[in-house]
């Protein structure tokens, strides 16, 4: 993305405060300094990191300082995983979507009855780590190696950094720019629920790098039911629009289900959103 058009986004979303964050982010990134303190970090604490939420621990295994600051970090996202436990019933059905390494997924399974975790990640070295960390911490995770959408079939994810390297947060399905991209299996979530592959969810996290309206579209019977009482969905003002959504369009699809829309956490552009039912 262009310098300017970020500026320009940075302003709209969060006005000169965010802007004013958003230098200060990149100058600490663009230092080096981040890379030092988190590869200091790695050296010193070695393979796993565990962290500690509102009396829910999990541990995640890291073989690399990138791994090792997404771990550390929580990738910036304490909040909201405190926000997603708060919601979360024993008997509750949890899809994390756009697993990753499985940070939510290991969180909530310490909380959810077995078998009652489903992750969605469709990038193999993420996988991998996904299964080792739900090893680690000793939660049952049913895996689906496939991204959710709005149609089923093949689509290429775009990747970034190392295609083997796990962790990497940017990952998303391919808009046909050029770059590194691996071909992944694509199905709407209502698909897999009337097949009776998988239990219909009561509880959502959304994390998919400008496709979550397309996430949504593939589910819109979930969301109608009566079972699913909570969304969580991380939007990208910047790069929902290069998936045929819009933010207008991704919050009426949830409003038309009843859902009341908050939000929660602002990293301009990004925020994540929580819808919930209130009468569920």
């Given amino acids: 993305m262009k310098l300017l058009t970020r500026i320009h986004r940075l302003i709209r979303h969060g006005g000169p405060v965010e802007l004013l964050k958003g230098a200060f982010r990149f100058v600490y990134w663009q230092s080096g300094l981040r890379e030092a303190r988190h590869a200091l970090g790695y050296k010193l604490h070695g393979s796993s990191v ?38 979360l019933n024993s008997d509750d059905v ?15 399974g310490q909380l959810l009855d077995d078998g009652s ?37 093949t689509s290429k994810l775009d990747v970034s950094g190392e295609d083997d390297q796990a962790g990497v947060g940017t990952h998303s399905l391919s808009t046909g720019d050029t770059g590194r991209t691996i071909q992944i299996d ?43 009482h909570t969304i969580y969905c991380e939007v990208h003002p910047d790069r929902i629009s290069d998936f045929g959504g819009s933010e207008q369009e991704l919050r009426e699809l949830l409003k038309i289900n009843g859902y009341t829309i908050q939000i ?6 990004e925020y994540f959103l929580k819808a919930y039912q209130e009468n569920k």
């Fill in 94 to 108: 949890f899809y994390d979507i756009g697993a990753n390494i499985g940070t939510y997924a290991c969180f909530g």
């Fill in 186 to 228: 694509m199905v709407e979530g209502d698909r897999l629920i009337e097949a009776r592959e998988i239990p219909p969810p009561s509880v959502m996290k959304i994390d998919v790098e400008g496709a979550e309206q397309l996430v949504l579209e593939g589910l819109t019977s979930a969301l109608e039911s009566e079972r699913c």
């Fill in 50 to 87: 565990t962290k500690t939420i509102k009396n829910t621990t999990a541990s995640f295994e890291v073989s690399t300082p990138a791994e090792y600051a997404r771990a550390n970090t929580l990738h910036n996202e304490r909040s909201v995983i405190a926000n997603v436990l708060q919601s």
């Fill in 117 to 153: 975790v489903i992750a969605f990640e469709p990038h193999p070295a993420n996988i991998k780590r996904l299964q080792e960390n739900a090893a680690l911490n000793n939660v049952q995770v049913k895996i689906r190696p496939v991204a959710l959408s709005n149609e089923h079939g």
């Fill in 264 to 269: 929660i956490k602002n990293r301009s552009p």
